[in-house]
Each structure stands twice: as structure tokens, then as C-alpha cells.
């Protein structure tokens, strides 16, 4: 049996790995960067940021279109790591798994996003572009 689809996407920021984590831990930190576009507007971002707890994120793309994702952090470490599950409202079935892993790196740090597990690779491809546009958010969120 083949291996699924998975990407992996590296960034370099302007801020430290406690910022950078706040970006990805605290709701109103994430609203300022998430989404793939510029222009997407975060209708609904709920997040418990512990080992079980979960997170919902909904928000509406420039098209009009509304997308819900939602998933679990299986891991949490505070600076250095986050692992969660993540599925599309629309296919919940297709659930994948995410860690994103920080590093110092000078006065700043490296990102490293993973996602893993894809359904097909045309998901992977799709998830590709949505993860880079929101990474050029972040990284414009810092600069």
C-alpha cells in the first residue's frame, strides 16, 4: 500500500518563537494572519490549546464561500510544537494531521508546517497553495 500524500513548507519570521506560538495558539492572534488569502474573513475561531482539546475555525473566502475546518491538538508543546488533527466540515472523513515546529533561529524563528495523511494528491496540492497563502499572511503579520 502507498504512503498518503503529505507537503511540507518551511518559513522563516521576524519574531520569536513565543510569538510566533501566541500567532498560532490565541484566537484574536489568529485572526490577524489565517486564512489563504488576503481578504478572507474569519467568521467564527474557537480554540482550547491542550492535549484533547480542540479548535473550529470557519471563515469566508474573497468568492463568497464559507469553509469550516475543525480538528484536536494531540500534541502541545508551549514554543516549540503543536500537532492536530484536521478535517473539512464537507469531508470529515478525510482527516489529516498537522505539527507545526518552531525553532530559534537568530532573533527569529523557523517554521516548519507538516501535513500529513491526505486523502489524494490533489488534496495535498490544494492544501499546498492554501497553507502558503496563509504563511505569507503570517509572515507579513511580523514583518
Request: hydrophobic content about 40%; glycine content about 6%.
Amino acid at each position: 500500500m502507498n504512503a498518503k500524500p503529505s507537503l511540507t513548507l518551511k518559513r522563516r519570521l521576524n519574531a520569536t518563537p513565543r510569538k510566533v506560538y501566541d500567532a498560532w495558539t490565541r484566537a484574536e492572534s489568529m485572526k490577524a494572519w489565517w486564512g489563504p488569502q488576503e481578504g478572507d474573513e474569519v467568521l467564527l475561531l474557537e480554540t482550547d490549546v491542550r492535549v484533547g482539546g480542540s479548535f473550529h475555525i470557519v471563515f469566508r473566502a474573497l468568492d463568497g464561500e464559507e469553509h469550516s475546518v475543525s480538528g484536536t491538538y494531540r500534541e502541545v508543546v508551549p514554543d516549540e510544537k503543536l500537532v492536530f488533527s484536521w478535517a473539512w466540515r464537507s469531508t470529515p472523513e478525510r482527516e489529516s494531521l498537522v505539527t507545526v515546529a518552531l525553532r530559534p533561529e537568530g532573533e527569529g524563528t523557523m517554521l516548519t508546517l507538516t501535513h500529513e495523511q491526505f486523502f489524494d494528491e490533489k488534496a495535498r496540492d490544494n492544501h499546498r497553495m492554501g497553507w502558503m497563502g496563509a504563511l505569507d499572511k503570517l509572515e507579513r503579520h511580523f514583518a
